[in-house]
């Protein structure tokens, strides 16, 4: 502020505060508006009106419909709107001193209108506070920001920032926003940016303007996190071509070359008598009759790993298709089986290879075989995308349904449309996970033979269970739903309802098979169970038992195809089938249970966590109980 | 304007676009870029199964999975990309750069695929190292990146080279096209700002960004100009723990603590996923303190709440939240071992009364008072010889022109201490790097009757805590530059001039930042609204490495430089 702003408003004579705002009967005034014509006291009147009531149209002729909401502000603009007497500031200084600003720069340098009244020297302070502000009026060429949009002032108004809401006074002041029209006070709009003419964010051409938080944050590309890239893949995949088309000409010589190598005799009748290393030689001899051999003494490195020949152990070899020296490593030359004819009798003459024309020759096959090959991870892996697929697809539906019951619950029972869609929804969304899971656990029982291979089951198997974990949240919530509108809902079906319930959520102890339609008979078993094995039951179903990968399909058993339902035999008289069923999840939840808080409970003391081994230990005494108790119930029934 | 967002867009992108069954296949420095910014989990949620590094030869050869090339364009990185892809493990490869890639890099791997086998080749501007929201760091140092050539104002070929790249990342992920501004006296600073102008306009079809209202600004500064903040005791988390303990990559090293245990051995500290560090970052030690308290005794509320199991309910609730209790376990663990190893650091090195001298030398001149105190202090047996060292350096900064200069004195008592000869040497080295004749400003507000005077009436106002009465320079430096009031004169423009009201701004200090800017400049972010300022430098520096890259710089200048 004390840099001195270079075009400070020049002074205006003082203005004795709202007192002189009152309108003056047009006979007394010889000012009339060009716009409106309405009469004025006085010069300043008339332009204060020009600002206020004509705002965005200067010189315009003819009423104007956009001037409409400041038609009658003459009046309140006085009493209420600084901004109102901002503005006329501004808008005096630029339409009748512009041409003295130059002038007026070195008047108004340090004086910081301190001549005005209090008031108005409060708000002058206020525009001069802001170097944007004054570059504005700088900038005459820059068209007015529209205010049609403001908000009209109150005498009660709150800031708009919803962690404000200060009251707006002289105090806390009072701006408008430039772009949404709002009003707050002086801390939560000192943000400027570039408006045009129409209140849009224009960053080029637009205007300083005054904004609030949520307007300057609210910019495009402010915020923006996602940076730029640029894709060589097509350049890449030009070039490419290039090198595609070479080494298939490459290959063509090379095949050439082995079509003329296989129809050479493997034995070739030999000149003089024959030997044992001449038999061999005349091979080589007519070898290389199909492509020139380098010459020995200037091969001093092997062309495949770059080694020097040194003594008698690096042989040096030839590759019977290029020609060029290799050593006999199997990394740089192999033999290669060609069948090769000999008088009538077809026979397999190994061959020396070099890695390289071996690589050009199989490319092919290479590509197919990488395209093509399913190794059994591979095919795994595209079951559980599969299901998953499914799941993507079904379980957004079902979350809508879901929403969609649970907001008129009262209302939904058994027998209501939508939850039997729904409940063959997540019946089939059951299916989906449950065949999710067995594929799932299949995999760490894959052949690995690589280290690579373990770690990629694992993670596969890791990635499976957080999928679960995080997935199956919503399935839960629909029989809980179906209960809290059951006291509407037929007699038959409140028998359920009666079971003493430990806590209100227990009545979400109904299975998938219940909703599904299978009856489920009153028994009264089920009603004599203690308490806190009805909240056993009630915990499989929701949705945190999926925290548990191990016996997480114990819930669903029943849903599960995978899982055969041979235990009907054993269905005694007094245990219904479902009951029992239901006893026998328990149990095999609570024994997975019990394995897995074992295994934290050696973790724990192997890293000498005591404090957690203590609790873990006592859980793990609760959980064994509870198992026995549970034995104990199913045991005389077998 | 956040560094960290910024690299994840850039790695989520690329883990998210290709789909199915994959592996994650970087060089060093991609490696050390992700493991800043993503987790496990979090890669493993976009079906990245594996991580590799493209350096291990003797991966195996794994035809149903597709490859995710994440590589520096480096020269190494693209020849171990051709090799890879003259024998390829994988069924498909999507090569993603960290940076602008040559046109030559492209026709080498093209002439290398000749199995057909790459599906995309793209260039993904995440080649720098996000530390904080606001603060990110090139990782070079000495040994691998000496900054300077031939004398100090001259860069390292390499060196230069590595900034550039790793600057232009920075600007091309934040979306900036900025106008320069750097400091007048360092010919580094100018150096570099040239090579980004003329890197910028070269590319610039892609740094065709969409207009701001006012273009960000690029404050390129030398560290010479304020070499007595990096050799402060901080007193604040994130600081004191680089200090005293060091962070290297966003890891901990805790091996010298006593008593340690084994799976504390090496932590890890990322703002990113450990909220209690998020908060604690910038609190100074006392407040640090109390907020562990708090942490430990939440924690202890979530122990108790898990040994009251009365039902099986309970016990549900038990083995549900079990991982995530091991995990708010183990942070506890982390940080109470972290703030119990720095106050035992304190106490054994007698930091507080340390600080205290360090601070008054930083701030206010009493030559007798500090000298006689400095001499009490080389003589006691607490301080470490690092402590003693870093006195005298700053000393000889403070007192440089002063009549009764008394600095050799103080370097043979330094000897006398046992510290290393080339070592104290480093007093010398730090008057030629960083002396009253190399700095621009008045960094002591001690040069000219008014500065002095200026200085006096602030002290007037009184300390807060004796502690941290030093604010880095460089805050009134960004204050200067938000308020528009930056001298052209000593921060000159480069090409663009711009005279508007910065609303971006991204800081640049050659020769290393420092986490006490980092604090500097969060709290400038918090408290000006409409302004982002994201501070970068070549390194991270706490005092050691700083004393350590001026003694490297120094035994590799030719000796008539030394």
Redesign the interface.
Known sequence: ME?GNPALPPRRPPQSGPASARPVSSSSCPFVCPVCGAAQPSLEQLNRHLDTSHFGVPNSTGPHTSEAPYNNDDDSASTSSTDALVNFFRTAQRKLLDPLSKLGTSLATGSNGSLLGDDVGALLLDISGS??DTQLTDTPEHPMVTRVHWKPNSPNDLCDDPRCSKPLNVVNGRQHCRKCGKIFCHEHC?????LAFNAVHD??H?AWSRVC?TC?VS???YQ??????????T??????K???KR?LLEENKLRNRLDKLSQLPSHPPTTAQPSILLGKNSRKQVEQSVVKWEADELATQCHGCQQPFTGILSRKHHCRLCGKVTCSRPECSSMFPITSKTGHKEETVPTRVCKRCM??LS?RT??I???R???P??TA?QNL?RYRGNIEKLLPKFDQLVLKISQETSQVTEGHVDYQVAAKLRKDLLDNFSQFDRVSKQIPRLKND????Q??HA??Y??CT??LQHRMFSLSLLPRLLKRGQPTSTPGSQSSNKIPS??PRSNSSLHASDITGVPKPPSSQSSNRPP??A??V??QSTP??T??TGGFFGLFGRNSPSKPDNTTNKTPPQLTKAELNRQLDTLEVLQE?RK??ET?LQDAIK???L??A??LR??LA??DE?ITNLQNALEPSE | M?VI??A???IK?MVSDVT??KVLLMDQATTSITSAVTTQ?TL??K?T??VDRIEHEH??V????KCVCFLRPSEDSIQRLVEELRN?KY?EYYVYFSN??K?SA??Q??????????????????DYLPINQDLFSLNMKPQAYPLYGDDLHKWNAAALQRTLQGLMATL????KRPVIRYERNSGMAKRLGREISTAIQGESN?FN?????TPPVLLLLDRRNDPVTPLLNQWTYQAMVHELLGIDNGRVDLTSVPDI?S?MKEVILSVDQDSFYHKTLYYNFGDLGENIKQYVEEYQKK?QS??K?D???D??????N??EF?KL?GNVTKHVTLVGELSRLVEKNGLLDLSELEQSLACSESHANDLQRIREMLASPKISNLGKLRLVCLYALRYESYPNNATKELMQMLAKCGVDERIVQCVDHLIAYAGDRQRQGDLFQNRDIFSRSRHVFRGLKGVENVYTQHTPRLGETLEALIK??LKDPEYPFLDQVSRD?PQDIIVFMVGGATYAEARLVAQINNST??VRVVLGGTTVHNSESFVEELVYAFNRMPPSLR
């Not at chain 1, 923006?224 to 893949?233: A, E, F, L, M, N």
């Not at chain 1, 690589?450 to 291979?453: K, P, S």
């Open positions: 840099q170097d944007m000192q943000l400027f940016i570039r960053p080029v637009g938080e300057y910019r495009s590309g923006d996190i996602q940076g730029p890239t640029r894709s060589w893949t350049q890449f995949l030009e070039q490419r290039a090198t595609v080494i690589g050009i490319r290479f590509i075989s990488a395209v090959t399913k190794t991870t591979l892996y995308v690589t280290q690579g291979d770690r990629l993670a596969i890791q990635y957080h999928y430990p806590s806190s094995q909240s056993t009630e915990n945190s038992s925290g548990i249970q897995l808080v934290y890293h000498r966590k404090e957690d203590k609790s006592v859980s609760e959980l509870e | 956040d967002q910024a994840q867009a850039y992108k199915g069954m989990s493993l949620s079906e199964f594996l991966r195996d794994m035809m149903h999975l390829p069924r602008v890639v046109k492209i026709e791997l093209a002439e290398a695929d000749e199995n057909e086998l790459v599906r995309e080749v793209q260039e993904y501007y995440a091309l992920s934040l979306k892609l960004f969409r207009q701001t209202d245990r799976d122990t898990n040994m199991i039902s099986i309910a016990m549900k609730r038990f083995v549900e079990y991982p091991r376990s528009c009031k009201r609204p409409g």
